[in-house]
């Protein structure tokens, strides 16, 4: 084995996985390491590399069968996969502003009960109809008029 070539414990190390990770994505054929004529694994700089693409695309989101579809895919259905996350990631980055801007507000609310808010009733009646929500910066100060769009920005 060359100084290039990892076992699977030194390669999990490398990575910050488990070596049960590493053979999770061989079982499900993401990762194919060499292996030795004594059936042992041996991860080279391009089995390392393709672990670490792994790891980026589970950061970016990505199920372990989306990785798969991504690295088996042709162009044309990557970019689909692409894009369906990346619609999915807006989404879910709106929701996350929305209840940032609840919660600014509520650090600026004077009501000592919510409901007796009539911003936050709003909120709780219409969603992204709330003033609060459409009016407000991350910071709980009110948007500029122009730059109130539809409850996201």
Not at 35 to 41: C, I, V, W
Request: net charge positive; glycine share 10%; with cysteine.
């Amino acid at each position: 084995m060359s100084a290039a070539e990892l076992k699977i414990g030194e390669a999990a190390a490398r990575l910050g996985v488990a070596t049960h990770v590493l053979r999770h994505w061989e079982d499900i054929k993401l990762l194919i390491p060499r292996r030795l004529p004594s059936g042992h694994r041996v991860y080279d700089d391009q089995t390392i590399g393709q672990a670490r693409f792994i790891q980026i695309c589970q950061r970016a989101g990505l199920s372990l069968t989306e990785i798969g579809e991504l690295a088996a895919g042709k162009r044309t259905d990557r970019i689909g996969l692409v894009n369906a996350k990346r619609t999915r990631i807006a989404e879910h980055v709106a929701n996350l502003e929305l209840a940032d801007r609840f919660l600014a507000h509520l650090v600026r609310c004077v009501h000592p009960v919510i409901s007796d808010c009539p911003e936050c009733s709003a909120l709780v009646e219409g969603g992204a109809r709330s003033p609060t929500l459409q009016g407000y910066d991350s910071t709980g100060s009110i948007k500029a008029v122009g730059s109130i769009r539809g409850g996201s920005s």
